[in-house]
């Protein structure tokens, strides 16, 4: 009878399994995230001039962010994935640096580098910063940690691309940027779009560096957060709901464009561009100095910058901080590890017709800027909860686990159909097939997923900020530290962060799937 | 030993527009026990279909599959004991050549020296004992076939389905493990279901070859039964080549074609017919009288062994192999000659002439 009952349950795992991790997004990650929107009915007069005046400037540095990630991004992302050369391939694993880096410590950096007398003015002999904090700094600084997306979404793009095509436009008769220009250009300008939504989107929701460069200048988030700590709820609801509704425009507009594949030919006029071939020595020195100066001393200043100030101290404030980080981090990981590969697999099968609408709320939810989830949340969580370290987890796990999830669905999607039925066949059941071959196959992004999802976790600010009253975060604290001068002891909890981000990479450098064994 | 019968099975899938397409029309069918079966037929017949069914992989619309006579339809493939090789191997990725074929009999739960034995004597039968080590992207294409085979054979079945097994591979290399496909299910008395579009391979691999077509089974017979006695004018023409004549009736055993009589051995049924003749069977001569056929050489294709002529008769493309001995060579035909050819009577095929000849020929 007991051995009966063990069976039935262990039969019904993978259901119960799946069951609960669609009841985990919706109830946990997805409703929590929008439910701000709620407030339009409830609050009269949330919408100011002070917020138009703030989202506005933010849409304004995310297109500039976008635009200069684009002309230099297009480029960059073709040399490292059609160069052969080894520098090329270092310079290839560096590009990822800044999308593991925290934030707050890569905006240290970049102030370091750019804004203060230590950095790039140290070097030409100046005794004052470059720039002072204000809209060209954060256009700098979010150039820095965008970039990247940028790259790899069309890097991603450009190498699905089968070179045949290359060669038969080659043969063709056309020269070499008129290929680039009627070949590659109409096929990824998918990467191209997905690229502009994730920096667009990602300059829109940082908080913690932009708040070190910004000065006195407002973007959206640090308004957000600013008024969420004044007391100011409906205001700070108002500005959230903006940006919110604004994510979801984007995503549906950006579904639109990338729903038409249909590519324009009467538009192929050759000669004009091709003389700027000539250009080519030229082009490759601007890109190289491109990304040594604007991107990679930037980033990495602030180890410079920690060798020469080798005080380094440990007080109770910091070590209390950094155990709360990877407390939260670690939990959060652990419980979307859980939950993610049930909801990827039901979306990248599109099972019960689900995976669309479930692929459309994770996108939100990737897309809605941290600081307004994070209002968005507390005001949910509030209702029922009491203390601020389990809404600091749930508002993590909200915006870590699309993180995961993205990955998943990409790794489940190349799973050739055949292994599962190849499985089926040799007499698995469907829980055995699913720990036996697909599990072992999206190992590899599951552990890129997780780390992503972690580095997240330990470097948002924004909707920390938004939540917390009391409890500090490493990125909190090192956002105070530079506001209240401290810039030593900041550097050096940047440091410990920069130093886990690149153990960090280097591990996702090496993460292939090894042997296996049932 | 499972005898597999199908039973008036209907496939529909569901088109993108909400239109239905059927794959399967009420296919009945017996399985050749232990022999090599192959479902043969161009692309869309419905082949792959019939086969996913019969491992459990799809589901009928309608109908049966009977394993031993007991209803199976509802059985998912795991309970189905079969071995299934597929298109493209489907080996797994991430297990070694050893593991992928211990997968089987692992699951099944068999014990640690049954499978080490099935896996070590699966992998020599392939010919991949000494590579039980690699990955499956460390082989070769023909090697990842052989080990899909070990992997399927190890699961201990005596019924083998085998999904387009060749035509990923190199031609040369395909023609080759056809024998030993065909030396391995013999030894071991199996039962083989082989899906495929090339001709070919059904002729030289199969005991017993159902030809379909759009859905529907259109004959099945041993490889010599379908070439020499197809029923239809598909048949005749999927079956090898073979060139068509459309005639007229003149007694039970006289047609004319183009103002000249040809016997026929077959009875003559109705007033229009199409005569059918292999390449093979058509005798060319240089003689030109009112009692034969002639045409002018339009294409000569040397196959080596022999030339293969294509004749333009009044714009029909009559196809015709003939041999020419060494000392013989001044007097092959060139381009543009007159030839005349004949047939014997026994090799004519006799079928009732179609409203639209080109739509019974035609693979889709």
Request: proline share 4%; charged share 20%; hydrophobic share 50%.
């Amino acid at each position: 009878m007991l051995g009966q009952i063990k069976r039935g349950i262990i039969k019904h795992l993978s259901s119960v399994w799946f069951v609960s991790a669609a009841i985990f997004f919706i109830g946990i990650i997805f409703l929590p995230a929008v439910y701000i929107l709620s407030y339009v009915l409830k609050a009269e007069n949330i919408f100011t001039a002070d917020i138009l005046k703030a989202v506005s400037a933010s849409f304004i540095i995310g297109l500039i962010v976008v635009l200069l990630d684009f002309i230099f991004g297009l480029p960059l992302a073709w040399i490292l994935t059609r160069s052969k050369s080894k520098i090329v391939k270092v310079i290839d694993s560096l590009v990822d640096l800044s999308l593991v880096i925290p934030t707050a410590a890569l905006g240290f950096s970049v102030y370091l580098y750019w804004g203060s007398k230590y950095g790039l003015a140290y070097l030409l002999g100046l005794d004052y910063g470059l720039f002072s904090a204000g809209p060209i700094l954060i256009i700098l600084l979010h150039i820095v940690f965008t970039l990247p997306y940028m790259i790899r979404s069309i890097a991603a793009a450009i190498v699905k691309i089968d070179i045949a095509y290359e060669q038969a436009a080659v043969t063709l008769g056309a020269k070499p940027v008129t290929v680039f220009r009627t070949v590659y250009f109409p096929l990824f300008k998918d990467g191209i779009i997905v690229g502009s939504i994730l920096s667009f989107t990602r300059s829109l929701s940082e908080t913690g560096a932009t708040m070190m460069v910004a000065g006195v200048f407002t973007t959206a988030p640090i308004f957000i957060v600013g008024l969420k700590q004044a007391g100011q709820l409906p205001q700070a609801a108002g500005a959230s709901i903006i940006m919110i509704v604004s994510a979801i425009v984007i995503l549906f507009i950006s579904k639109l464009f990338l729903g038409r594949k249909k590519i324009n030919l009467e538009k192929i006029y050759p000669r004009a561009a091709d003389s700027l071939l000539k250009l080519k020595i030229v082009r490759d020195i601007i890109l190289g100095l491109f990304l040594i100066f604007i991107i990679f001393l930037p980033t990495t200043y602030l180890i410079i910058f920690n060798l020469t100030n080798l005080q380094l101290f440990f007080n109770s404030l910091i070590v209390k901080s950094l155990l709360i980080s990877f407390a939260i981090a670690l939990i959060v990981t652990i419980i979307n590890l859980f939950f993610s590969a049930p909801i990827a697999y039901l979306i990248a099968h599109n099972k019960f017709r689900l995976g669309k609408i479930l692929d459309s709320l994770n996108e939100i939810v990737l897309l809605v800027p941290t600081s307004a989830l994070g209002l968005s949340l507390v005001l949910f969580w509030q209702q029922w909860l009491q203390g601020e370290f389990i809404i600091l987890i749930l508002t993590h796990l909200s915006f870590s686990f699309p993180l995961l999830v993205k990955p998943l669905i990409t790794a489940f999607k190349h799973i050739p159909l055949e292994l599962e039925e190849a499985a089926y066949s040799l007499g698995a059941s469907k829980r055995k097939m699913f720990m036996t071959i697909l599990l072992p196959l999206i190992k590899p992004a599951l552990i890129a997923g997780s780390i992503m999802a972690f580095m997240r976790s330990l470097s948002e600010t924004g909707a920390t900020l938004a939540v917390s009253d009391q409890i500090k975060t490493i990125p909190v604290l090192i956002v105070d530290l530079v506001n209240q001068g401290q810039l030593n002891q900041a550097g050096f909890v940047s440091a410990v962060l920069f130093v886990i981000a690149f153990i960090f990479l280097l591990i996702l450098k090496h993460n292939k799937f090894s042997k296996n064994k049932l | 030993m499972p005898q597999v019968e199908i039973k008036n099975l209907t496939k529909i899938y569901q088109g993108l527009k909400g239109d239905k397409i059927k794959a399967l029309n009420h296919i009945n069918l017996k399985i050749k026990d232990k022999a090599y079966n192959t479902l043969l037929g161009p692309s869309g017949c419905g082949k792959t279909s019939l086969l996913k069914i019969i491992t459990g992989l799809i589901k009928p619309t309608s109908g049966k599959v009977l394993f031993n006579k007991k209803d199976v339809t509802k059985k998912s493939p795991q309970d189905r004991d079969i071995g299934f090789v597929f298109q493209h191997f489907a080996t797994f990725p991430h297990l070694d050549v050893w593991h992928n074929v211990s997968y089987g009999p692992v699951i099944r739960g068999r014990s640690a020296e049954e499978i080490s034995e099935i896996v070590n004597r699966n992998l020599e039968l392939v010919g991949l004992a000494q590579r039980a080590n690699a990955m499956p992207d460390e082989l070769s294409g023909g090697m990842r076939q052989r080990l899909g085979l070990a992997r399927a054979l190890a699961s201990q079945s005596k019924l083998l389905l085998l999904d387009e097994p060749l035509s990923a591979l190199d031609a040369k290399i395909g023609t080759y493990i056809r024998y030993e496909l065909r030396r391995i299910v013999k030894k071991y008395k199996l039962t083989a279901i082989h899906v495929t579009h090339n001709q070919d391979e059904a002729m030289t691999i199969s005991d017993n070859i159902i030809l379909m077509k759009k859905g529907q089974i259109v004959q099945t017979g041993s490889p010599a039964d379908l070439y020499d006695k197809p029923k239809t004018i598909f048949a005749a023409n999927f079956m090898g080549k073979c060139s068509f004549f459309k005639a007229k009736k003149l007694t039970d055993h006289l047609a004319e074609y183009q103002g000249v009589k040809i016997k026929v051995k077959q009875k003559i049924k109705d007033k229009e017919v199409i005569l059918g003749v292999r390449p093979e069977k058509v005798h060319l001569s240089r003689k030109l009288n009112k009692k034969l056929i002639f045409g002018k050489i339009e294409i000569i294709n040397y196959l080596g062994y022999l030339f293969e002529y294509r004749i333009n008769v009044q714009g029909n493309i009559v196809k015709a192999y003939k041999r020419f001995k060494e000392k013989d060579i001044k007097q092959r035909y060139k381009v543009g000659d007159l030839v005349s050819f004949w047939f014997y009577p026994e090799d004519i095929l006799v079928y009732k002439a179609p409203k639209d000849l080109d739509k019974e020929l035609s693979l889709e």
